[in-house]
Structure formats: structure tokens, C-alpha cells
């Protein structure tokens, strides 16, 4: 069974930053696994964040979050990290982590119908 929890979020200032992790309990991730982050906002739709494929690294970002945000794992700890600096409040909203542990070049990262597990989410406010 797998399960992802996510940590890290909290009430912060524009221009703070924060780091968000997601701890994935999984018996072994394949070399096609995908780990997902994605945020919604109340009152809009859920929307993609970043992705990184586990054992490449690759990464992928929104372009709202391009430059500001970063992607990073320890295969040792099965975490990924998402480093948000520069953070507006327009970046106000729930994270959730996603895992597609058998992911194909058929799937889009962005979507999150691509993803078959997902965290309870954490909760990142942006104060202006």
C-alpha cells in the first residue's frame, strides 16, 4: 500500500520562502516512477505545480513557478522536496504530492488524472 505525506506548509509573508516534503511509503519505486506536486487554491481548480521523475531526476515546472521553485529528492529517505522561494500571494492554496510509480510517455505530467496516489495535502498561505 502506498501512502505520501506531505509537511512543510504554513503562513508566510510575499517574498518568504518555504520547503514542502512528501515522504512516499512504497515498497520499491520503478525507474518510470513520477512524483507530482499540485496546488488548489478555494474556489479554483486543482492545477500542476512540479513533477520529477525518481530515477532520473528530470524536472518539470509550471511556468508560474519556473525560477522560483525547485525540485529535489533523497532516495535514501523516499522524499521529494519542493523549495518555493520568492513566494507570492497568488501561490496561496492546498499542495498535494502525487505518485505515478508506472508512468509512460503517453501520460501528461501535468495532469492529474496521470497520478494514482496523492497525500492529504498541506496547507501554504502568502501574505501580502
Known amino acids: 500500500q502506498v501512502q505520501l505525506v506531505e509537511s512543510g506548509g504554513g503562513l508566510v509573508q510575499a517574498g518568504d520562502s518555504l520547503r514542502l516534503s512528501c515522504v512516499a511509503s512504497v515498497r520499491t519505486f520503478t525507474i518510470y516512477a513520477m512524483m507530482g506536486w499540485f496546488r488548489q487554491a478555494p474556489g479554483k481548480e486543482r492545477e500542476f505545480v512540479a513533477a520529477?521523475?525518481?530515477?532520473?531526476?528530470?524536472?518539470f515546472y509550471a511556468d508560474s513557478v519556473k525560477c522560483r521553485f525547485t525540485l529535489s529528492r533523497d532516495n535514501v529517505k523516499n522524499t521529494v522536496y519542493l523549495q518555493m522561494n520568492s513566494l507570492k500571494p497568488e501561490d496561496t492554496a492546498v499542495y498535494y504530492c502525487a505518485l505515478n510509480n508506472y508512468f509512460t510517455t503517453v501520460q501528461r505530467i501535468e495532469s492529474g488524472r496521470a497520478y494514482d496516489y496523492w497525500g492529504q495535502g498541506t496547507q501554504v498561505t502568502v501574505s501580502s
Open positions: 520529477i521523475n525518481w530515477s532520473g531526476g528530470s524536472t
